[in-house]
């Protein structure tokens, strides 16, 4: 299935939504499809909104799999609109481009579009309905990091050079800008107030310390083999099937990029502070057996294991800096302890080789 690009209008809030719209968007999968009538619940905002609309149908089409409830997800603020639309475009072009050749376990898609208006708009399964597991900031048990990393591996080594890959050329930009005004001096001091303040500050003493290690470690990573990385594998984008069987959520920060991006990222911010710095080393070899059983050449152990510790100032970032708004203040600092505590372990600026500067 191919991105559909709209010159319509897309909905902008939950109560655009119609029968008929559902009825138009799910015919591409269900012909004949007819929406009678819906009903919604469990909205969200963050970067993206989200909610559950429960379907009825006075014709369910062809097929007998049409969905009873779906999970929608799309821009339906105004600051989600102006600051986060590209990243609502980057979703909507995975699931309808890129989802039917990624060898992982991914929620089920049933559209996904965008507009001129910037608007992106993603119908997703509802795995609520599944009884899946969802994952959360350091509370992944070992052996689940692994089944994901199992899966990373395969997905990595299908798209290592691909030649689509160029395609995807800019989509790291929301990230890395959304990351460097995380690190503004403004959001620093403020940042040094918090509980963890003080092992923030310990961690790495300055804001530009943090900055030139980010361009660093950015520099590192586009010099690298380049895949189809998801972009921001924490502990929280993943989800667990009854039987434990491990899936990844939320595509909208998917980029060509250094697989250790993802690797690193899945395994500080998925264990907690004690199971990482005694399992991280075994973790990273399973990684490297099963990237090389697809066929993926892989470099030596100190190679790996000195990009995990590079790696280790996307962490603290993405962990530690997190604007307020972000979450519950529980969340945000468990997050922080988690990755700050990596950096501490990693010595990241040494790694980066910015410690001096």
Not at 154 to 159: C, K
Not at 221 to 248: C, E, K, S, W
Not at 314 to 333: D, L, R
């Amino acid at each position: 299935m191919t991105t559909i690009e709209t010159s319509a209008r897309l909905p902008r809030s939950f109560d655009e939504f119609t029968a008929d719209w559902f009825s138009k968007a799910l015919s591409r999968q269900f012909p004949g499809a007819i929406v009678s009538g819906f009903s919604r619940n469990s909205e969200r905002v963050g970067t993206s909104a989200s909610c559950r609309f429960e379907l009825t149908y006075a014709n369910r089409g062809e097929g007998d799999d049409a969905p009873n409830v779906v999970y929608l997800k799309g821009g339906f603020t105004e600051q989600q609109l102006n600051r986060y639309w590209m990243v609502l475009q980057q979703e909507a072009r995975f699931y309808s481009a890129l989802s039917h050749d990624v060898p992982t376990t991914i929620p089920r898609h049933y559209f996904a579009a965008i507009d001129e208006e910037k608007q992106g708009i993603t119908m997703l399964e509802d795995l609520v309905s599944r009884n899946v597991r969802f994952g959360f900031w350091g509370e992944l048990t070992v052996d689940d990091v692994a089944g994901l990393l199992e899966q990373f591996a395969a997905l990595h080594a299908r798209w290592l050079g691909d030649a689509r890959l160029p395609s995807l050329a800019g989509w790291e930009v929301p990230q890395r800008e959304f990351l460097k005004y995380l690190v503004r001096d403004k959001h620093w001091e403020e940042l040094t107030g918090r509980a963890y303040g003080p092992e923030l500050i310990e961690a790495i003493p300055e804001p530009r310390l943090v900055r030139a290690a980010l361009e660093r470690l950015w520099a590192l990573n586009d010099a690298a083999r380049r895949t189809l990385v998801h972009g921001d594998a924490h502990g929280g984008n993943m989800y667990f099937a009854p039987d434990g069987a491990p899936g990844i959520l939320d595509w909208q920060l998917c980029f060509a990029g250094t697989p250790m991006h993802d690797v690193s990222w899945l395994i500080v911010s998925g264990l907690n502070i004690e199971d990482r710095p005694a399992e991280e080393a075994r973790l990273l070899k399973t990684y490297a057996a099963a990237a090389a059983a697809h066929g993926m050449e892989m470099p030596d152990f100190d190679a790996i294991w000195l990009s995990h510790r590079q790696q280790m100032v996307h962490a603290f970032v993405s962990g530690a800096c997190e604007p307020k708004e972000s979450g519950p203040v529980e969340a945000i600092n468990a997050a922080a302890r988690v990755a700050i505590a990596a950096a501490n372990d990693h010595d990241v600026l040494d790694a980066l080789g910015v410690a001096g500067i």
